[in-house]
C-alpha cells in the first residue's frame, strides 16, 4: 500500500490543538511520526497501549505553570 506521503517526502505530520477557557482560545500545533497512527490490524489493544504510553521516556515531556498572568479582554 502507498503512503499519501509518498510523492511528498518532506511533509511532516502536524497536529492541530485548541484549548479554550474563560481567558481566550489557545492554539498550537504538535509535529508526530505518522507511523504512530497505524498498526498492521488497525486496532490496539486497551493494555497495549497504556504500557507503550508509559514506556514514553519522562525527558519527552514538557510541563510549565504559568504564575502572574493578568489579562483583560
Known amino acids: 500500500m502507498a503512503s499519501c506521503f509518498s510523492s511528498h517526502p518532506n ?7 485548541a484549548v479554550k ?10 509535529q508526530y511520526p505518522i507511523s504512530m497512527l497505524f498498526v ?3 486496532k ?3 493494555q497495549v497501549f497504556l504500557t ?4 514514553i521516556p519522562n525527558d519527552s515531556e514538557a510541563q510549565f505553570q504559568i504564575k502572574d498572568c493578568h489579562l483583560s479582554s
Open 11 to 17: 511533509v511532516i505530520p502536524s497536529l492541530q490543538v
Open 21 to 30: 477557557n474563560n481567558i481566550d482560545v489557545f492554539y498550537f500545533s504538535c
Open 40 to 42: 498492521e490490524d488497525g
Open 44 to 46: 490496539m489493544e486497551r
Open 52 to 55: 507503550t504510553w508509559k514506556e
